[in-house]
């Protein structure tokens, strides 16, 4: 890689996420202001309302950050920032987490590690592939094997690195 890609959240992207928080405000939240309730039921209201608003709030803070890939690092921007080096990079994962039964819809979650941070990166980012062949890339020149799974997801999601290690050490080729 020879120059460093910002890469953000659209509002597109979120927009479920987005509706998701609002709707879950609405319900809990606006009952809670606007109708008298006894202790037992204010407090359900109340604990939902909190966990809609963290909802929110991580909503927003994924649409104003951004990723930035350079040739030495992967950095988070935002009120949590982060960055792993590609040199020390520890251990790479991509997880697919499915939303039905039949695994048709869901997102993957790239977790990049080292000993100074942990990354993680949505699906929902635009040039999400293009991050993960990087993370891929960087994992091999450090010899750090890749679990089974994490290779099947790259599979599934279409990244062609070259050559790669498996988590049994051996190496394994993509066609």
Partial sequence: MTVSSIHRHTFQSLTADYARSGGGLLVTALP??????????????????????????????????????????????GPFKRSVAWAEVSDVWLRYFSTRRDGRKGWMQLVVKSSSGTVRVESTLAGFADIVAIAVDAANKKGVDLSPTTVGNIELLGVKPSLFTSGNRSPCQIS
């Avoid at 008298?36 to 991580?58: K, Q």
């Fill in 32 to 77: 809670l202001v606007s109708v008298e309730m006894t202790g037992g039921v204010a407090w359900v209201f109340g604990i939902g309302a909190l966990l809609f608003g963290v909802y929110a709030i991580n909503t927003v803070i994924r649409h104003r950050g951004s990723i930035e890939c350079s040739e030495t690092a992967i950095s988070v921007s």
